[in-house]
């Protein structure tokens, strides 16, 4: 089983649609987790942390559930700009420092 | 967050040849991070530059196929030693700060080996 598992997407959806992403994750003992956006031939960039209350930065809601090992990011009035890759991402796991581990990614297209 | 640099953004290079890939940071952090992304594939842990010491590597990854150096606490360097094919990917660094928990990434190095 992998450490980080996703959607497997594409994701198309038109413009001003409301898509949700999933992920869980293996390891119980994670402490932090986040969603990352990577654009086509990119480095990728932190979209969000995650916390255990939820949280919302604009058009975008990320949810953990510690209990079932699930990470949810949920985008309303998607936009054609937020086509993209979106990575979840847990850490850290062991070691004391910060080791990400990152899921495979879920494509989004959002179309006209 | 930072302003990370890597040199160089791409190269086309050889098969049985090296290859040295720099990221600078415009200012201190705590930890610096060397990963690899091949084609559709999301990233791979390669190593943990250390100051001072010897990188940490991860399962699958040896020193001697890439040496790493981290003089400072702004500059560290990734080699990739006697290159194949299979090589070819995107090499990407990462820093983090001591009082942040994520990462934030260097625009990356695509390297391709004929």
């Known amino acids: 089983r992998k450490e980080v598992e996703q959607d497997p997407g594409p994701f198309n959806v038109p413009e001003g649609a409301t898509v949700a992403f999933n992920c869980t994750y293996s390891?119980?003992?994670?402490?932090?987790f986040f969603w990352y956006r990577q654009d086509c031939r990119k480095e990728p960039k932190l979209l969000m942390s995650?916390?255990?209350s939820g949280n919302e930065d604009g058009r975008f809601t990320a949810q953990l559930n510690r209990a079932s090992q699930y990470i949810s990011l949920l985008i309303r009035d998607s936009k054609l700009s937020d086509s993209a890759t979106y990575l979840c991402?847990?850490?850290?796991?062991?070691?004391?420092?910060?080791?990400?581990?990152f899921g495979a990614g879920t494509r989004l297209a959002v179309h006209p | 967050s930072a302003v990370i640099s890597q040199k160089p953004s791409r190269d086309i290079c050889q098969r049985g040849t090296s290859l040295t890939i720099q990221c600078q940071v415009d200012?201190?952090?705590?930890?610096m991070f060397w990963y690899r992304q091949q084609p559709g594939q999301s990233l791979t842990l390669i190593a943990t530059?250390?100051?001072?010491?010897?990188?940490?590597?991860e399962s699958g990854f040896v020193i001697d196929k890439f040496p790493i150096s981290r003089p400072n606490l702004t500059f560290s360097t990734l080699t990739v030693s006697n290159m194949s094919p299979e090589d070819s990917s995107i090499y990407l660094c990462?820093?983090?700060?001591?009082?942040?928990?994520?990462?934030?990434f260097g625009p990356g190095t695509r390297l391709l080996v004929l």
């Open positions: 530059a250390n100051q001072g010491s010897e990188a940490t590597y």
């Open positions: 990462s820093v983090d700060f001591l009082k942040e928990e994520t990462q934030y």
């Open positions: 995650v916390y255990s």
């Open positions: 390891n119980s003992a994670s402490q932090s």
């Open positions: 991402v847990v850490g850290p796991i062991s070691g004391g420092y910060n080791k990400l581990i």
């Open positions: 200012s201190q952090v705590t930890m």
